[in-house]
């Protein structure tokens, strides 16, 4: 009996704490509720735009008054099913940003919500009976299939409130390089204008937790040069040397998500900028940057095919305008805004300087996610996560100069130079042994082709596994169809990994040139099959609990960084054997 009451007594513990809990919160929303119903919502502009490289930007810019002063903050969202897609999301009054709290709910199942912190700028945007607008800008990443020659891209029609609306005026937007095939929604108005299609929903209220209302999509027929694509990541390298010259590196790592073959991008080029030049994975010269591009916002880079990743870089150079020199220091400022509307997943920022220049301590190096120095380089780097067109990053680097090191490496030279001269003089040649014939055996261009082909389909068969099994986990196949296709890629797989070893030696006895490539594709396998196997590590640490968030996403990023790296070695050892057929 004494067991049973402290079971009971534990219970009433347990539902009592729970209460007090959800209490303040409770009470908090019914506050909420009653003060928002104070408030009219006069009108909604909700604008949905697609933009080139697959991202969903949606706009909604709201009108409010009340009859007396209110203080309240505004809850805004959408569907749940939409929830698992959103990377971003900001608020804007006029030039003023608007704290937001994210995942707050509506306060009614099946909804993703925000609120938007209205009262922390009380002093600059007061409800009264002058209506006032505020923003809210919510963008998308995945909610598309692309299939055949198509496109079909889900979104919300409307928002979902808390309150009535009395007209929400619905514009869907996107790229003239696609066309409306199909759609779940009528709309009365269309039009053209800045290589943009606009379609316009006739006005209409809006009623409070619009749910199924809200949930829209339409068929694109691709008919351009549209891209839906990712870059998993960027290196910005800004290399500053001791007499001022600013030379910057982009490498991007960008995947083909879409149905046709990619040959060029949207970059917005910095207007500091000057003598672009495109270069492949291995740094070869792949193109110059003509003018009509440079006014035209278009790159064009190395083919990529239908869900292929691809590496390339663009090169040139800063003027001097954006550093400055005060009192012996240099300042050197940055404003990086947009870079392209296709989705950054990681960019990675580093500012890299000869030894002979040292950073000032300040907030912002402080703030660097790493701080390295060699002997010959000194850098700091900054890493954002999931970068997009409405998005900015502002940075000033201080540093001074040491006169010595200017000079220095001239006189090291003349000292190096010295002594080998010497050395020569003072020492006496020995013969060597005589080189050793290395046999070669002749092999025709077939066999080249042949095993770059089969590599790259290797590469292929291994990425749709991993796709395969990412569905599987999510659930979006059924286990029996899983298994079925997973096991044909796999026989694939084995039976193509026999014939590339076979042609692996072939190349291999080809000659010192063809052994030395094989070894570094070699090296560089084993060198991406450390680094994945890492990342298993890191992320099974990281459940269990062994390691922190930030020591999780900083070994994560060195493993892919690792990966990288690897890949780019693989792609360019393949191009020095694709130039041997063609």
């Known amino acids: 009996m004494t067991t049973k009451k402290s079971l009971i007594f534990i219970l009433a513990l347990l539902l009592l704490s729970q209460i007090l809990i959800l209490l303040p919160k409770t009470l908090a929303n019914s506050s909420l509720s009653n003060d928002l119903s104070k408030i009219k919502v ?56 608007i704290p937001i709290v994210p995942d707050y709910g509506l306060g009614f199942p099946g909804f993703y919500g925000v609120l938007v912190n209205l009262t922390s700028i009380e002093d600059e945007f007061k409800i009264n009976s002058i209506p006032k607008n505020f923003t809210v800008t919510f963008i998308f990443s995945g909610p598309i299939v692309a299939k055949d020659n198509s496109l079909t891209v889900n979104f919300t029609l409307f928002p979902s409130l808390t309150v009535d609306a009395q007209k929400c005026y619905t514009t869907v937007i996107f790229p003239d390089s696609l066309n409306l095939t199909e759609a779940s929604f009528t709309y009365n108005k269309t039009e053209t204008k800045e290589n943009r299609n606009y379609y316009y929903l006739n006005p209409t209220p809006l009623e409070k937790f619009a749910y199924s209302k809200a949930k829209a999509w339409l068929r694109l027929r691709v008919s351009g040069a549209f891209v839906y694509a990712e870059i998993e990541r960027l290196e910005r390298n800004i290399e500053v040397d001791l007499h001022g010259n600013i030379n910057v590196k982009d490498i991007y790592y960008i995947v083909n998500k879409g149905t046709k073959t990619i040959d060029q991008i949207t970059i917005f080029f910095p207007k500091e900028g000057y003598d672009f030049a495109v270069e492949s994975a291995i740094g070869t010269k ?130 190096i130079s010295s002594s080998v001269i010497l050395l020569g003089v003072f020492t006496r040649r020995r013969p060597g042994p005589a080189p050793v014939a290395v046999p070669k055996v002749a092999v025709s261009p077939k066999i080249f082709r042949r095993f770059v082909e089969s590599y790259e389909e290797r590469i292929k068969i291994m990425s749709r596994i991993e ?4 569905q599987a986990r999510k659930g979006r196949i059924p286990r029996r169809q899983f298994k079925v296709r997973k096991t044909m890629l796999e026989n694939k797989l084995s039976s193509l990994s026999k014939d590339l070893a076979d042609l692996r030696e072939t190349i291999r006895r080809s000659g010192p040139r063809y052994a030395d490539i094989i070894r570094q594709l070699e090296i560089a396998e084993a060198q991406l099959e450390e680094a994945e196997a890492g990342i298993r590590r890191v992320r099974s640490r990281y459940r269990r609990g062994e390691i922190s968030r930030e020591a999780y996403r900083r070994l994560l990023e060195e493993h892919e960084k690792r990966m990288d790296e690897a890949n780019l070695k693989i792609e360019g050892a393949l191009l020095r054997l694709r130039e041997e057929y063609r």
């Open 42 to 97: 006069h009108k909604i502009a909700h604008t949905v735009e697609l933009l080139d490289g697959g991202l969903i930007v949606i706009n909604d810019t709201i009108t409010v008054s009340a009859d007396e002063d209110v203080s309240v903050n505004f809850p805004i969202g959408f569907p749940h099913d939409y929830a698992q897609y959103l990377i971003k999301c900001k608020a804007v009054t006029g030039n003023e940003e």
């Open 467 to 470: 796709r395969l099994e990412e």
């Open 286 to 415: 792949f193109s110059d940057v003509s003018k009509e591009d440079l006014e035209s916002n278009r790159l064009h880079i190395p083919s990529i095919g239908p869900n292929e990743k691809n590496v390339f870089s663009l090169v040139y150079k800063l003027n001097s305008t954006i550093l400055s020199k005060v009192n012996g220091k240099y300042k050197l400022n940055i404003s990086i805004d947009k870079i392209t509307p296709i989705l950054i997943k990681k960019l990675v920022i580093s500012f890299i300087s000869p030894r002979g220049i040292s950073f000032e301590p300040s907030s912002v190096v402080s703030m660097a996610s790493s701080i390295k120095r060699d002997l010959s380089k000194d850098s700091v780097t900054f890493t954002l996560h999931d970068f997009t067109i409405v998005d900015s990053f502002q940075v000033t680097i201080a540093y001074r100069v040491n006169v010595f090191w200017a000079s220095y490496p001239y006189t090291l030279i003349a000292l």
